[in-house]
């Protein structure tokens, strides 16, 4: 909240109390004016788990325009005042414009979709985005691919679409959740190898199932700050070689007699069939998302929807059959399945319940797969300076935490947060990118939010293709730009549950 | 200090006329300008005090106002529905001529000081236009794009063709009418102003890094290539558009927010009124050396960029100022929010 200075008188009056052209009403509204109709000046204090919507202070907030407003004399015929958005009266404008005026720095600007779908030299842009396809964990085409080749083959790609100088990328982080020791050396490596120099510094991190995202977020930041000028925000994933229980240490006595710690180590599946359970998810729910998430999939696929993200890898494969080792080019996500319907679905049996109460199975969870994607971020000056094609903005993304067990509420209260700094509502969002860990908690997430379907993973999610755990917050990127631009949309979100309690949520915008 | 009250309307800017030193005119809107109809108003320093001397109603707000230099009686208003109106004094009610060209509000209007036969208006629809009705009556004569919402555009005093304008994305743009309109519509120079100075100004320590929305600048009235700015970061920025890579070379800190409308002294080289959110007005010295013994007690010296003096009694959102052009070299008006037009002498604020 924002300390007005002596002299501002603070109050609940707003516009409807200034009569239009009165000659007697209180100029010491100004404060009271700008303090009711600010989007900025109010911070969105989340309510606690399950008690209520995280959307419920906006939605208290909403009604910027009350009726006196609308007692706009006329304009005469000839003019046509032109709006650059239809849902905001000038009124609402000219506010969101002051108010700006009363904060300090660009970085508190209460943006508003206006601010946020504007250009400025200072603007974090993505110029290049792009994946490998994704493939079946342990049976899929990269399943003799270590991790570190897949990074390769994916910045490979990279340096020949964009065709950016090398030398000039000053850091690249990777996410990464199974490699052990973080994957730094090899991956540092696979930098080197691709071609870049030595100049370019590597990191690999992990934030769980956002680790891509957080790799996408700590490269833009660290291009505002100036500490860098270009990076490649990246992530990847190698489950068929990585995934199994050596990726989490045995957990320390202490840890074990602490009831909040033991927790985190509850398997996703587990705590996720419990949850469905207590959030009343039903099978038949489950399975219906699950088997349109298939169907979105089979159909981008065959309209060719994804052709402009993945970028194809050649690689060597070994037949199981034959065990004959040959050389293949991937280019096609291989967990897409034709013909999945919800009726099919059903048949499966639960896999992390022994009695037939169980939900979640293979069907409509996600998958295990292999890939890689990566990210070219950038300040707009520096974009339009090298001749770089601009993709789209990022905008700003939030990190949460929620409970451990209930892991799978992580976008719900991710993405709110996500967007009350963004200054927009989840109505200015055209395209959600929701990482599909589980059909429950995806549907619970969507659900909760209020959010139209019609909006989510437009051409499918996890379920259908994988989820490559480190990879997936990277990959959305690619995912989430093309989809806006292919349908001529601006404003998109990316968001995923975190194992062990926590959720991620980015906001981008296509150009 | 004499006052005036603009009742049910708040004022946005105050210019006084280039021909006479009683006459000022108001731009203003009802609601703060947020929503409701606009009115210009003429007023007349008298024995009797400030006498409204004629108002112009319109449909929506003023954002500004400026005289004509060609024509005693004539001026011109930005409107907040996107038009450029020409208004004269010795007419009632409606304006001479109307232009509707721009998309959104106009922000700012200003008359060439040089040839005073063309004018020029910025919007928020991100882009500038020249305008020479004896040419063309019909519209705007010439459109310089800069894609940002352009709070503040300013003819050179100097040289007819030299055109500047300050915008959201934190740029003062320098366009140069002289130049061929190629693909770069006739820009010649983009300055960064949050850009840190090249030479570290001593005692200065910035509150902001980054860019911040410009919301006003001016031309210094005798140093020909001083371009003063400020903004929503509160910091005052001169710049040199000899060297526009050595970022400002004076910054001018303390008001405590934005600073919404910024003039330099017709008297003095190194002198600057600012009126900011923080509702005060505030006089400077950018620390030159070349005002240095015009006036002992107005002009600054050297010593460094500072705070000469501050003028409080406004109580709202302070708007708009303008020095008188005539007579001793501190007289000045001031508008706010508060409904009130102030004309003063800044000696009397100035500090012991």
Not at chain 1, 68 to 82: D, E, M
Not at chain 1, 392 to 413: D, E, N, Q, R
């Amino acid at each position: 909240m924002m300390t007005l200075s002596p002299g501002f008188t603070l109050g609940s009056r707003g516009i409807s109390n200034a009569p239009i052209s009165s000659n007697t009403h209180d100029h010491r509204l100004t404060s009271a004016f700008i303090h009711d109709f600010s989007p900025s000046f109010e911070h969105l204090h989340l309510p606690s788990i399950a008690t209520s919507s995280p959307w419920q202070t906006r939605q208290a907030r909403t009604p910027l325009v009350r009726p006196s407003l609308h007692h706009r004399p006329k304009p005469p015929p000839h003019t046509t005042p032109r709006r650059s958005s239809a849902n905001t009266t000038p009124a609402q404008s000219r506010i969101q414009q002051l108010t700006s005026h009363l904060t300090s720095s660009e970085s508190d600007i209460p943006s508003g979709l206006e601010s946020v779908t504007s250009k400025s030299p200072s603007d974090i842009v993505v110029t290049c985005a792009l994946r490998t396809p994704l493939t079946k964990g342990g049976r899929g085409g990269f399943k003799d691919t270590a991790a570190a080749d897949l990074l390769h083959g994916a910045f490979r790609s990279l340096l020949e679409r964009s065709k950016i100088d090398p030398a000039l990328v000053n850091d690249i982080a990777v996410g990464t959740v199974l490699a052990p020791g973080g994957g730094a050396t090899e991956f540092r490596a696979a930098a080197l190898a691709a071609g870049f120099p030595d100049s370019t510094a590597v990191k690999s991190l992990n934030r769980q199932c956002s680790s891509g995202l957080q790799a996408c977020v700590d490269i833009a930041n660290a291009i505002k700050t100036g500490m860098i000028e270009i990076g490649i925000g990246a992530g990847v994933e190698s489950m068929s070689s990585q995934y199994g229980p050596g990726a989490v240490t045995e957990f320390s006595e202490l840890l074990e007699s602490h009831p909040a710690a033991k927790e985190c180590k509850v398997p996703m599946g587990v705590l996720s069939e419990k949850m469905a359970k207590d959030r009343k998810i039903g099978r038949k729910e489950q399975d219906e998302f699950a088997a349109r998430s298939y169907g979105k999939a089979v159909e981008a696929q065959k309209k060719g929807l994804f052709d402009e993200e993945i970028a194809p890898l050649t690689v060597k494969w070994t037949d199981p059959k034959t065990e004959e080792e040959k050389t293949i080019t991937v280019s096609k996500d291989d967990g897409v399945r034709e013909g999945m319907t919800a009726e099919s679905l059903g048949k499966i049996r639960p896999a992390f319940s022994k009695d037939s109460s169980g939900t979640i199975h293979a069907g409509n969870a996600s998958q295990i797969s292999d890939g890689a994607a990566a990210v070219l971020l950038m300040r707009r000056d520096t974009a339009e300076r090298l001749g770089q094609p601009i993709l789209g903005k990022y905008v700003t993304a939030s990190v949460v935490g929620v409970p451990p067990l209930l892991m799978g509420i992580g976008p719900w209260k991710a993405i709110p947060v996500a967007l009350e700094k963004a200054g927009i509502t989840k109505d200015d969002v055209d395209v959600f990118e929701i990482n599909e860990a589980f059909a429950s908690q995806c549907v619970w997430c969507i659900k909760e939010l209020g959010l139209d379907e019609a909006k989510i993973n437009p051409k499918g999610g996890a379920i259908a293709f994988g989820h490559p755990l480190g990879c997936t917050g990277a990959r959305q990127v690619s995912t989430l730009l093309y989809e806006l631009r292919r349908t001529g949309k601006k404003v998109g979100v990316s968001s995923m549950c975190v194992g062990t309690g926590m959720g991620m949520a980015a906001v981008w915008v296509a150009e | 200090m004499l006052e005036f009250r603009t009742a049910g309307f708040n004022p946005y800017a105050v210019k006084y006329s280039p021909f006479f030193d009683s006459r000022l005119a108001v731009s203003s809107g009802a609601n703060f300008g947020l929503v409701g109809n606009g009115r210009l108003s003429i007023l007349n320093l008298t024995n009797q005090g400030i006498i409204c001397e004629k108002s112009f109603d319109t449909q929506d707000c003023l954002f500004d106002t400026c005289w004509s230099e060609a024509h005693e009686n004539q001026l011109l208003t930005a409107g907040g529905d996107g038009s450029v109106k020409l208004f004269d004094i010795g007419l009632s009610q409606f304006p001479i001529a109307s232009w509707q060209e721009h998309g959104r509000e106009v922000f700012s209007v200003a008359w060439n000081l040089a040839h005073k036969r063309t004018f020029l208006s910025s919007s928020w629809d991100g882009s500038v236009k020249i305008w020479d009705p004896e040419a063309n009556n019909q519209g705007s004569v010439l459109t310089l794009p800069i894609h940002s919402c352009v709070y503040s555009a300013q003819y050179s005093p100097h040289s007819s063709d030299v055109v500047t304008a300050v915008s959201r994305d934190s740029h003062l743009r320098v366009f140069d009418l002289r130049t061929p309109a190629s693909a770069s519509n006739h820009l010649t120079l983009a300055v960064p102003i949050h850009a840190p100075p090249k030479v570290p100004q001593q005692g200065f320590v910035p509150t902001s890094v980054g860019p911040t929305e410009c919301l006003t600048h001016d031309w210094n009235k005798y140093r020909s290539t001083i371009v003063a700015t400020a903004g929503v970061d509160g910091i005052i920025r001169t710049f040199d558009l000899r060297s526009p890579g050595a970022g400002p070379i004076a910054m001018m800190q303390g008001h405590e927010y934005a600073i919404r409308k910024l003039s330099w002294s017709p008297h003095l080289s190194d002198v600057l009124l600012s009126a900011s959110y923080d509702m005060t007005c505030r006089v400077w010295t950018d620390g030159s050396t070349m005002g240095a013994g015009v006036s002992p007690k107005l002009g600054g010296g050297s010593g460094g960029p500072r705070e000469m003096g501050r003028m409080d009694r406004h109580t709202e959102f302070a708007m708009g100022v303008d020095w008188c052009l005539f007579g001793a070299e501190g007289w000045c008006a001031t508008c706010a929010w508060d409904e009130r037009v102030l004309v003063w002498d800044v000696r009397e604020f100035m500090r012991g």
